[in-house]
């Protein structure tokens, strides 16, 4: 028992600055929500509509981004600093390059909302927010290789400090842009999204220096070579990648769908919605920053040949991830009647929040053990099993569920979301039984694969 706990103390010192990043990330998202709540309820229905558009295929392209993580782990547990470097510049390489399929989609929000049935008022506005993001997509998933690859290497706080100045940014845009402040037009969500667009271009400026500077400190160079370009260094990031991708896709594209279930509802039912998963977006970045503190801990275990402690670390994080978000079920169930008023003065949106709260809060603890276990998988460099739980749980069993329950069991929101939490629950113990049986304690390291491919 001592040694897990000592497991847990290692995971909480690489995922407290993860959590707190996480937090400040999804903040800059939470922030737009509360800005444009209070500006006006249209606006916020299409920038809600614009963001799951925007989500859903940005991150299908960071979970390939991802896919350098359990090789610099791996690396970077086995003393490879120049094969965990090489896999940074072909993540960088592999960012830019899906950064342009990525944005084509993103001109036909429009289309796509409205042929889900959405409105076509809503639709147009969420089209604007989008397209006013594009500046920032190249630069977001650069973000993304250049901080997954410092968490590969134990390097936790520089991704910190940038998340929690963008959103002073971030926030100040908002100001400016949506309410007309300064002399500026009032532009509403399309105001948010280019503020947007320019908080993640000084994001990823930003962190490129830190890395710079880390690596100046060690007495190393992030210069390129031809070997970043090597087809056989891309082939292995895609096989770690696409997994990830369709496990984020699957995932995400779940919950999305929900939001058109909720939009077809109504316009009530979509803002409550869009509160509640806001709420329920926000604790889940703990587990998420836990999640990412148990990957590293596990991958640079493996690494380092040592997967006795590794099992012992997944272990340690499914404990941690259970008990952070049983403090937020509380927190949900306790407050349902407030934390809707934070967003909108609309009182039938904010009653229909507060019923949708304890819901929300019966998922909570399967919603951190499976985000978890998936970040287990993701360290071990195994994360096909977490794309088909995620497959058999969400879209076998929620959406159906949730679908049934709220079109035709006459239940409308509750039963989305009680559907949605069937399917949490599925996924999470599919993954417990999975580390179980095929855990850390049988994982090969990657490191000798990625140093062959240099």
């Known amino acids: 028992m001592t040694t897990l706990k000592n497991e847990a103390r290692s995971i909480l010192g690489l995922a407290l600055p993860v959590i707190v990043a996480q937090v400040g990330l999804m903040m800059l998202g939470v922030v737009d929500n509360l800005m444009l709540g209070n500006f006006d309820l249209a606006e916020f229905n299409a920038s809600a509509l614009g963001r799951l558009w925007v989500v859903g295929t940005l991150y299908a392209g960071m979970g390939f981004v991802f896919g350098i993580d359990p090789l610099i782990s791996h690396a970077h547990g086995a003393g490879d600093s120049r094969g965990a470097r090489l896999a940074l510049e072909r993540g960088l390489v592999i960012a830019l390059a899906l950064s342009l399929p990525i944005g084509a989609a993103w001109f036909f929000t429009e289309e796509v909302l409205v042929a889900t049935g959405q409105s076509a008022e809503f639709a147009r506005i969420a089209e604007r927010y989008a397209l006013a993001q594009l500046p920032g997509l190249p630069a977001w998933l650069v973000f993304s290789a250049l901080r997954t690859y410092l968490q590969g290497r134990g390097v936790m706080k520089p991704a910190m400090v940038v998340a929690l100045a963008a ?69 292995e990031i895609a096989k770690q990648g696409a997994p990830v991708a369709l496990m984020l896709g699957l995932e995400i594209w779940a919950f999305h769908v929900a939001n058109l279930f909720a ?60 008990l952070t978000m049983s403090f937020f079920a509380i927190t949900f169930f306790v407050g349902r009647d407030v934390l809707p008023a934070l967003y909108t003065a609309e009182l039938d949106v904010r009653a229909l929040g507060a019923a949708i709260l304890p819901i929300g809060a019966a998922f909570q603890v399967f919603d951190g053990l499976q985000v978890v276990g998936c970040g287990i998988l993701r360290g071990m460099g195994r994360p096909r099993p977490a794309a088909a739980f995620n497959l058999i749980g969400y879209w076998a069993f929620a959406l159906p569920i949730g679908w049934w329950l709220g079109f035709r069991g006459g239940h409308g929101l509750a039963g989305l979301w009680w559907g949605l939490s069937i399917g949490l629950a599925l996924v999470a113990l599919s993954c417990i039984a999975w580390v179980a049986r095929r855990g850390p304690l049988h994982a090969v390291s990657l490191a000798s694969r990625s140093s062959s491919s240099h």
Do not use: K
């Open 167 to 235: 959103n002073v940014l971030n926030a100040f845009g908002n100001w400016v842009l949506i309410y007309g402040e300064l002399g500026a037009p009032r532009l509403g969500a399309l105001g948010a999204g280019i503020a947007t667009g320019v908080t993640e271009i000084a994001m990823a400026v930003a962190l490129w220096v830190l890395v710079a500077r880390w690596h100046r400190g060690r007495g190393e160079r992030l210069t390129w070579s031809r070997e970043a370009f090597a087809l056989r260094g891309f082939v």
């Open 263 to 322: 939009g077809r509802i109504g316009a009530t039912e979509l803002a409550a919605h869009t509160i509640v998963i806001n709420l329920a977006s926000l604790s889940f970045m703990v587990p998420l920053g836990i999640s990412m503190g148990t990957a590293t801990r596990v991958g640079n275990l493996i690494g380092a040949a040592d997967n006795v402690g590794a099992q012992r670390a997944a272990w340690a994080g499914f404990a941690l991830g259970a």
